[in-house]
Structure formats: structure tokens, C-alpha cells
């Protein structure tokens, strides 16, 4: 296909889609009312109604839409590839994708039958009106959970992707020894330091970043007081693509919210409120054994944080909403993975009476409560709140718990890691992986909650800056080598695993933007 067939395609694709959406109803709403305006002439109506538009800021709102539809549909390729091809092209990577999605919900069938709870049940009245009562405060409720466990934890998951081999891949043809040392085999292309200080050029030494205590060439408050000034202009002028690029610098604190919220074109209308409540009113009419496995990893992580214990009330909320988001089953169209299915009661094998189980299509794992977390400390609004996590996980985190070969794709990421480290402190992995210590060991769990629960608020506020602003998770997998890089002479003092996990154990003191310019733009290459 030539460039311009990719265009047309791109274009009619969008329009599509846009079509059946609630802003274009608006938009058409807004231009037969202007019809009534004095100003409209009939000589000129296609030109004075456009003018109105863009005057009135349903342009700009258009814009922003388009925008956010380029950044989640799926990517072009040929018109005759099979649908599984679009989610995602290796063969290999999808049927371990479906191996894993079977063995996780024979895990919860399991758990349902060992435990005599269904996968959903209707609630009796007097437990809706209890939990009614109750909503603006689940935490105060000591259910017994300690039945339940987590349907997987991180390093289940990463043995899985330690297990990927491509079969037409044969390793001895390699060109260096070093791709043996490290776990991941999968022979993916991913970035080296020359084509990172590229992709993110505007983290290099001399350009003024927030979250430095000092810059070499601009005096702080100078730079701060400026910056704030423009990102007050981004914030005015409601242009996502603008606030995307702004966000590469990292947000102020007091704009995060508006910014965010902005590059995820996420609006918070009446609808998007109404569409809450009514998530909400799932919540209340019927009961999930999902629901249990949310309250159980909220109790294990978030309550059991120090930055994050306060928002347990709001965890609750927006996990317990996200379980019955069918919305969120779109993202299907270009995640590897496939919404799991349950049957109805005595129908097990009649593909009629097979339902999406839980209704968003994503069962919850160990951690999984650390995603929205951080997020407590943006928005106050719950509605709000639940809207910006929603767009954050169709866009980004997603990607952490499934398996393919995107670029910002968990296996990706891991290879990523494993191939910094060799490059560039060769000695530091090697003594690691003699001793039993792989660092992918180490730091999987970090990666796979995109460092939530393990840095501090701020610092983790200023990565996910950088992951919104460039519209990828590479910047995680940087970190993380940045951080072996920091502590590699302490590293290279350890005997064993438990060892350097306790070299590692702490991250909340780390500053993270100076780690990852310095791994990046003063590593020798």
C-alpha cells in the first residue's frame, strides 16, 4: 500500500468511528443552531458555520478527538491479514498468550469451584442498600478474604516470558555470546542508547527539566516560573498533541491534572458522569467473585502503603466500576490478548450462551490496585478519576500484563532491560548472573507496575510524565538499567539474590530524571 492509500484508510477509519460518538452529535447539534445567528449567511454558510465552530472551541475538541483516535486504533497493514494479525503479528507470541489466558482463568474456575462461590451472583435487596449506604466507605469493610488468593502474581508471569522461544529462531546464529546471558530469548528489535538519546532528546543534559533540584544553564525559578507560565497557554488553549509535547519536560504540579486529563482527551461530560453511575449501579446490583480478588490485592498493596493507604475508599470505587466497563473491551481490537469467557450455569461448551467474564475482559492480578493509585493524588472526583485510569490502562498498561511484540510491550521491555545492562556494565551482569542474581529478577516487578508502590509520589508522577508525553514505556525499562547503574558498585559487593534484592529494596529516595539523562546521555558508548 502506498502512503497515500494509508492516509485515506487512516482518515475513513477515524471518521467512522467518530461518527457514532457522542461529540459528533454535539458538533451537529451546535451547527444547526448557529444556522438561527444573524452572522450566517446562506452565500457563504459552509465558511461562517466552520468559523463558528473553530470561534465556539468545538474545533479544537475535534482536533483533540482525532487525536486521541491516531494514538489507539490499530495499525495498518495489509487489507487481506487475518484479524488475529492486527492484534498482533508473531504467531509464537500469540499462541503463549493463549496458553497463558486458559491457565489464568482455569485458575479462577477453580478457585469458584474450590470455594462453592459463583462468578456472579444477584445481590439480595438488603445488600444493595447496604453497600449503597456503605459506598463512600469500603475500606471500613473487613470482609473474609482469606479463602482467596490472587489469580497470579508478577513472577508467575514472568516465568512465561522466560519460556518464549521463537521456533524459527535459532540462537547459535547469533553474532555475541551475550544474548545467552540474560532470560528473555525472544528475538525482538528494541533500542539501543544511540537510538533512545534520539527518540528522547528532549530529557538530554542541557535542557531545563522539572523534577531537578538544579540545572546547569538556567537559573531554577527562572526556568520553573517560565515553564508554569506556558503550561497555564497549553492548559488555556485545550490542545492535546500540545499538551503531549509539553509533558516531555514534565507537568507542574499544580497543572498535572489538567494536563493529563488533556493528552488523554479525557472530558469528564455529563454523559462520561452518567456513565459512572450506572457502572456503579452494577456494582451495587450484582456481585462478583472478581470483586473479592479486588478487595483482596487493595488490602495486600495500596492499604499496606504509605503514600497510598488514605485512597482505599477510592480504589474500591473505580476497580469495582472497572470490572463491569464493557468499554473497556475495545482495547481488544489491538491488545494480543482475548477477554476471557464464562458460560452460563449448566450451558459449559454452548458458545451462545458464552459471556465475557469479568465484563471488561481483564482479570485482576497481584499489584494490579497500584495502577490507579497514584492517580488518587490527581483527582478528587471519582468520576474523574475513573475516566483518566481508564484511558491510562487502553493506552498503556495494558501492555505490562500481556504478551506480544510491541515496542512498549512487557517482553519488549524485559529485552530492553537485559540488553542495557549487558552493553553497558557487562561486568555488573555477569557477576549478577553468576551468583543466581539475574537483575531481571529484580526488577520485573518494578517494570510490570511501571514503578508504582516502589518510588516516591513525585518521582513516580514525573516518570508517568514522560510515558504520557512520549507515548511509550521504553522510559521504564531506562530506569530500571539506570538504577542498577547507580547501585552497581554496591552490586558488585553481593553473594547472592537475597542480597542484592536488599541492595535494591529501597527506590523512594531516588531523583528520578537525573538516573535516567545520565544512563542515557553520559554512559560512554
Same mark, same amino acid.
Given at each position: 500500500?502506498?502512503?497515500?492509500?494509508?492516509?485515506?484508510?487512516?482518515?475513513?477509519?477515524?471518521?467512522?468511528?467518530?461518527?457514532?460518538?457522542?461529540?459528533?452529535?454535539?458538533?451537529?447539534?451546535?451547527?444547526?443552531?448557529?444556522?438561527?445567528?444573524?452572522?450566517?449567511?446562506?452565500?457563504?454558510?459552509?465558511?461562517?458555520?466552520?468559523?463558528?465552530?473553530?470561534?465556539?472551541?468545538?474545533?479544537?475538541?475535534?482536533?483533540?478527538?482525532?487525536?486521541?483516535?491516531?494514538?489507539?486504533?490499530?495499525?495498518?497493514?495489509?487489507?487481506?491479514?487475518?484479524?488475529?494479525? /492486527?492484534?498482533?503479528?508473531?504467531?509464537?507470541?500469540?499462541?503463549?498468550?493463549?496458553?497463558?489466558?486458559?491457565?489464568?482463568?482455569?485458575?479462577?474456575?477453580?478457585?469458584?469451584?474450590?470455594?462453592?462461590?459463583?462468578?456472579?451472583?444477584?445481590?439480595?435487596?438488603?445488600?444493595?442498600?447496604?453497600?449503597?449506604?456503605?459506598?463512600?466507605?469500603?475500606?471500613?469493610?473487613?470482609?473474609?478474604?482469606?479463602?482467596?488468593?490472587?489469580?497470579?502474581?508478577?513472577?508467575?508471569?514472568?516465568?512465561?516470558?522466560?519460556?518464549?522461544?521463537?521456533?524459527?529462531?535459532?540462537?547459535?546464529?547469533?553474532?555475541?555470546?551475550?544474548?545467552?546471558?540474560?532470560?528473555?530469548?525472544?528475538?525482538?528489535?528494541?533500542?539501543?542508547?544511540?537510538?533512545?538519546?534520539?527518540?528522547?532528546?528532549?530529557?538530554?543534559?542541557?535542557?531545563?527539566?522539572?523534577?531537578?533540584?538544579?540545572?546547569?544553564?538556567?537559573?531554577?525559578?527562572?526556568?520553573?516560573?517560565?515553564?508554569?507560565?506556558?503550561?497555564?497557554?497549553?492548559?488555556?488553549?485545550?490542545?492535546?498533541?500540545?499538551?503531549?509535547?509539553?509533558?516531555?519536560?514534565?507537568?507542574?504540579?499544580?497543572?498535572?491534572?489538567?494536563?493529563?486529563?488533556?493528552?488523554?482527551?479525557?472530558?469528564?461530560?455529563?454523559?462520561?458522569?452518567?456513565?459512572?453511575?450506572?457502572?456503579?449501579?452494577?456494582?451495587?446490583?450484582?456481585?462478583?467473585?472478581?470483586?473479592?480478588?479486588?478487595?483482596?490485592?487493595?488490602?495486600?498493596?495500596?492499604?499496606?502503603?504509605?503514600?497510598?493507604?488514605?485512597?482505599?475508599?477510592?480504589?474500591?470505587?473505580?476497580?469495582?466500576?472497572?470490572?463491569?466497563?464493557?468499554?473497556?473491551?475495545?482495547?481488544?481490537?489491538?491488545?494480543?490478548?482475548?477477554?476471557?469467557?464464562?458460560?452460563?450455569?449448566?450451558?459449559?461448551?454452548?458458545?451462545?450462551?458464552?459471556?465475557?467474564?469479568?465484563?471488561?475482559?481483564?482479570?485482576?492480578?497481584?499489584?494490579?490496585?497500584?495502577?490507579?493509585?497514584?492517580?488518587?493524588?490527581?483527582?478528587?472526583?471519582?468520576?474523574?478519576?475513573?475516566?483518566?485510569?481508564?484511558?491510562?490502562?487502553?493506552?498503556?498498561?495494558?501492555?505490562?500484563?500481556?504478551?506480544?511484540?510491541?515496542?512498549?510491550?512487557?517482553?519488549?521491555?524485559?529485552?530492553?532491560?537485559?540488553?542495557?545492562?549487558?552493553?553497558?556494565?557487562?561486568?555488573?551482569?555477569?557477576? /549478577?548472573?553468576?551468583?543466581?542474581?539475574?537483575?531481571?529478577?529484580?526488577?520485573?516487578?518494578?517494570?510490570?507496575?511501571?514503578?508504582?508502590?516502589?518510588?516516591?509520589?513525585?518521582?513516580?508522577?514525573?516518570?508517568?510524565?514522560?510515558?504520557?508525553?512520549?507515548?511509550?514505556?521504553?522510559?521504564?525499562?531506562?530506569?530500571?538499567?539506570?538504577?542498577?547503574?547507580?547501585?552497581?558498585?554496591?552490586?558488585?559487593?553481593?553473594?547472592?539474590?537475597?542480597?542484592?534484592?536488599?541492595?535494591?529494596?529501597?527506590?523512594?529516595?531516588?531523583?528520578?530524571?537525573?538516573?535516567?539523562?545520565?544512563?542515557?546521555?553520559?554512559?560512554?558508548?
Amino acid at each position: 500500500m502506498n502512503e497515500g492509500n494509508d492516509l485515506s484508510l487512516t482518515i475513513a477509519r477515524i471518521v467512522q468511528r467518530l461518527k457514532g460518538s457522542h461529540l459528533h452529535s454535539q458538533i451537529e447539534r451546535q451547527a444547526k443552531e448557529c444556522l438561527h445567528q444573524p452572522e450566517i449567511k446562506l452565500e457563504s454558510l459552509k465558511e461562517d458555520v466552520r468559523s463558528f465552530l473553530k470561534t465556539s472551541g468545538w474545533e479544537r475538541k475535534l482536533q483533540n478527538a482525532v487525536y486521541r483516535e491516531l494514538h489507539v486504533q490499530l495499525p495498518l497493514s495489509h487489507p487481506i491479514a487475518p484479524a488475529e494479525h /492486527l492484534k498482533e503479528p508473531l504467531a509464537y507470541m500469540r499462541k503463549a498468550q493463549a496458553s497463558w489466558e486458559k491457565r489464568v482463568l482455569k485458575s479462577l474456575n477453580s478457585m469458584s469451584s474450590e470455594l462453592g462461590v459463583p462468578l456472579a451472583r444477584m445481590r439480595p435487596a438488603a445488600e444493595q442498600k447496604e453497600i449503597t449506604n456503605k459506598w463512600n466507605e469500603m475500606g471500613t469493610d473487613e470482609p473474609d478474604l482469606s479463602r482467596f488468593r490472587p489469580v497470579y502474581a508478577p513472577k508467575d508471569f514472568l516465568e512465561v516470558l522466560i519460556s518464549l522461544q521463537n521456533p524459527n529462531y535459532d540462537s547459535s546464529e547469533a553474532v555475541s555470546s551475550r544474548s545467552h546471558w540474560g532470560l528473555i530469548h525472544s528475538p525482538l528489535n528494541v533500542r539501543d542508547i544511540p537510538q533512545l538519546r534520539r527518540s528522547f532528546s528532549e530529557l538530554n543534559l542541557t535542557t531545563g527539566q522539572l523534577g531537578i533540584d538544579d540545572h546547569a544553564h538556567i537559573h531554577p525559578d527562572l526556568f520553573e516560573s517560565d515553564y508554569v507560565q506556558i503550561g497555564k497557554k497549553v492548559v488555556e488553549d485545550q490542545d492535546s498533541a500540545a499538551a503531549q509535547q509539553y509533558s516531555r519536560r514534565g507537568c507542574p504540579t499544580g497543572l498535572r491534572a489538567d494536563l493529563w486529563a488533556l493528552i488523554l482527551n479525557s472530558t469528564n461530560q455529563p454523559q462520561d458522569v452518567m456513565h459512572y453511575e450506572q457502572l456503579k449501579a452494577g456494582v451495587i446490583q450484582h456481585d462478583l467473585l472478581v470483586d473479592k480478588l479486588i478487595y483482596k490485592d487493595v488490602k495486600l498493596t495500596a492499604s499496606n502503603d504509605d503514600y497510598y493507604f488514605v485512597f482505599e475508599d477510592f480504589l474500591y470505587q473505580v476497580f469495582l466500576c472497572f470490572s463491569r466497563d464493557t468499554a473497556v473491551l475495545e482495547h481488544f481490537k489491538y491488545n494480543s490478548a482475548t477477554p476471557p469467557k464464562a458460560y452460563v450455569q449448566g450451558k459449559v461448551d454452548d458458545e451462545e450462551c458464552a459471556v465475557v467474564y469479568p465484563p471488561n475482559g481483564v482479570i485482576p492480578f497481584h499489584g494490579f490496585s497500584m495502577y490507579v493509585a497514584p492517580l488518587c493524588y490527581l483527582y478528587n472526583e471519582p468520576s474523574k478519576l475513573y475516566s483518566v485510569f481508564r484511558e491510562m490502562y487502553i493506552r498503556f498498561f495494558f501492555r505490562l500484563h500481556s504478551i506480544s511484540s510491541s515496542p512498549s510491550g512487557i517482553v519488549s521491555l524485559c529485552l530492553q532491560f537485559e540488553r542495557l545492562i549487558q552493553t553497558h556494565l557487562p561486568q555488573l551482569f555477569y557477576h /549478577l548472573r553468576q551468583i543466581g542474581a539475574q537483575p531481571l529478577r529484580i526488577a520485573f516487578k518494578w517494570m510490570v507496575r511501571a514503578f508504582s508502590g516502589y518510588l516516591s509520589t513525585d518521582q513516580l508522577l514525573l516518570l508517568w510524565d514522560r510515558i504520557l508525553g512520549y507515548e511509550s514505556l521504553e522510559i521504564v525499562a531506562v530506569l530500571a538499567a539506570a538504577v542498577f547503574a547507580f547501585r552497581a558498585e554496591n552490586l558488585m559487593e553481593v553473594t547472592s539474590l537475597a542480597s542484592a534484592e536488599a541492595v535494591l529494596a529501597d527506590l523512594s529516595t531516588l531523583k528520578v530524571i537525573p538516573l535516567i539523562q545520565i544512563f542515557l546521555f553520559a554512559t560512554a558508548i
